[in-house]
């Protein structure tokens, strides 16, 4: 897969600590955005530690993702915070030499058996696929001999509370694995954008405590050990 930061709020960090000291203060907008580093730094740590997530909202960032799965981009829309721009089955033709499908999971590498049984399939769908096509069945119809290991591709833009909670979720060892390993390249994107903002982004048992009760990794002490939170 290739996940891309395609565009971001210029100055995040700077707009959220306004955005965060307007509420309590008196001064104009112009006169709080020429606050300091430090005096911004402070603020976010504090609004951060309060949990008043709010003011994250200002921030946006827009992504391409492209070598992903349809199993993962129907995991992926039902995160409705966000805008959504994907590649249609309907009016984008599979053809050509190029890949159609991602690679083959590491669950199917396990057997030579298994391994098979992944080619066999995709290359079965991939011919039925253009027999339809050939013999006149538009693409709309079609698609629907594609498994859900078909590639697609989209742009998505997110709010960074939104992202927050897309992290919680989804940088969790219980997530399917492919959303969860696109969800950690995000995150590393994210903190390439604001170190500060996204410093504590990821899967719940980072900041407190697990929620997924019986269903649990088990890590979850492990791992706030390994950040120093225990």
Not at 69 to 90: K, M
Not at 94 to 99: I, W
Not at 211 to 224: F, H, L, T, Y
């Amino acid at each position: 897969m290739n996940i891309t930061l395609l565009t971001s709020t210029p100055k995040p960090e700077s707009v959220v600590a306004a955005a965060a000291k307007l509420c309590y203060s008196d001064s104009s907008i112009g006169e709080i955005l020429k606050q300091g580093n430090s005096e911004c730094h402070r603020i976010i740590t504090k609004v951060l530690s309060l949990g008043h997530f709010s003011v994250l909202e200002h921030i946006s960032i827009t992504f391409g993702i492209e070598g992903v799965s349809r199993a993962l981009s129907h995991q992926l829309v039902r995160h409705r915070i966000a805008s959504y721009s994907q590649q249609s089955q309907r009016y984008v033709k599979f053809e050509g030499e190029r890949s159609w499908f991602i690679d083959i999971p590491e669950s199917f590498k396990k057997t030579e058996e298994l391994k098979n049984q992944w080619d066999k399939v995709m290359y079965n769908a991939s011919e039925e696929y253009l027999i339809a096509i050939e013999d006149g069945v538009p693409p709309e119809d079609a698609r629907l001999l594609l498994p859900n290991a078909a590639e697609t591709k989209l742009v998505m833009t997110m709010n960074a509370r939104e992202l927050h909670h897309f992290f919680s979720l989804r940088c969790c060892n219980r997530a399917q694995w492919e959303i969860r390993a696109m969800a950690k390249k995000m995150l590393l994107l994210c903190r390439s954008v604001s170190p500060l903002l996204f410093k504590d982004a990821g899967p719940t048992c980072l900041t407190g405590k697990c929620p997924e009760g019986s269903m649990s990794c088990g890590k979850s002490a492990e791992v706030r050990r390994e950040r120093g939170r225990v």
